[in-house]
């Protein structure tokens, strides 16, 4: 939707404000899971995951929305984000002193 080059660009700060926001939780999720001592396995783990999942939901994504349209390839994200909001309420997290 962008048509002029300060749309791209407001929409690269927007992107930014949102990984500084969702970045720093999700280290704090991770120590929290990780037992003890074994927090750089946990975060290693964490990015492997994210790495190897990243690449075929962005082709699901891409391949639906070129077959169904964008409202299709949207909704398929808004469902796996209902999806991971499930997953993460059903684990337990042990209290960490800050």
Known sequence: ???LA??????FALMAVF?????PAQ??????LAPPG???AA???FHFVIGITALPTSVIFGKLYDVAGALT????GGVLSFVAI????SVPVRATED
């Open 38 to 40: 074994f927090g750089g």
């Open 19 to 23: 990984y500084a926001l969702t970045e």
């Open 43 to 45: 975060f290693g783990r």
């Open 86 to 89: 499930a997953v993460l309420w």
């Open 73 to 76: 390839a949207f909704t398929y």
């Open 6 to 11: 300060w749309h791209v660009c407001i929409g």
């Open 27 to 32: 280290r704090k999720f991770v120590s929290q």
């Open 1 to 3: 939707l962008a048509s």
